[in-house]
């Protein structure tokens, strides 16, 4: 009776483990596919082109510490309406800049989602330091760009005109 029990288990895990064998890998594009989230909006290369100009002109006025000229090329959404950015808006921002004025402004990364959520992130290396120095010498800032009646504009992903609490983004960073 034990040896029946015995091999009876042994049959069911060997039975067991030869099923599980078979299961075909995953190959690169599929694990892609599976976990990459696709962007929401088609963009072709202009798009791109066009959004990576204006950050990058944006960038270059703060390098220039043409302050604000930079905070002249930002727009503020409006409802569904895109205006330039109020001068209730614009102070704060311009304090901000300059509060936090660098001696390194460089493009991070942009990341696009919808027409009207997107972020480019750059940072601001804040003073130069020795190599073995611990201290933190960089800062994190964020634009968001959108597409608006197909043209696009650089707004600020902020908590003072966004509503919502998500500072302007779902985009988790």
């Known amino acids: 009776m034990k040896k029946n029990l015995f091999f009876t288990i042994l049959m069911v895990l060997t039975l067991c483990m030869v099923c599980s064998c078979g299961k075909k890998k995953k190959t690169l594009d599929e694990y892609r596919d599976e976990y990459i989230t696709k962007p929401a909006i088609s963009l072709t290369q202009s798009d791109s082109t066009e959004v990576r100009a204006l950050v990058d002109n944006y960038l270059q006025?703060?390098?220039?510490?043409?302050?604000?000229?930079?905070?002249?090329?930002?727009?503020?959404?409006?409802?569904p309406k895109i205006i330039k950015m109020p001068d209730e808006l614009k102070k704060p921002q311009l304090s901000m800049i300059k509060r936090f004025r660098g001696v390194k402004y460089e493009l991070d990364r942009i990341v696009f989602s919808q027409e009207l959520d997107n972020i480019a992130c750059y940072v601001v290396t804040l003073f130069e330091k020795e190599k073995n120095d611990p201290r933190p010498n960089t800062a994190q800032f964020f634009l968001k760009p959108v597409r608006v009646d197909g043209r696009w504009y650089l707004t600020m992903a902020d908590s003072q005109s966004d509503k919502t609490g998500t500072h302007g983004t779902l985009i988790k960073n």
């Open 61 to 79: 006025l703060l390098r220039n510490n043409q302050f604000e000229d930079a905070v002249d090329m930002l727009y503020y959404m409006n409802g």
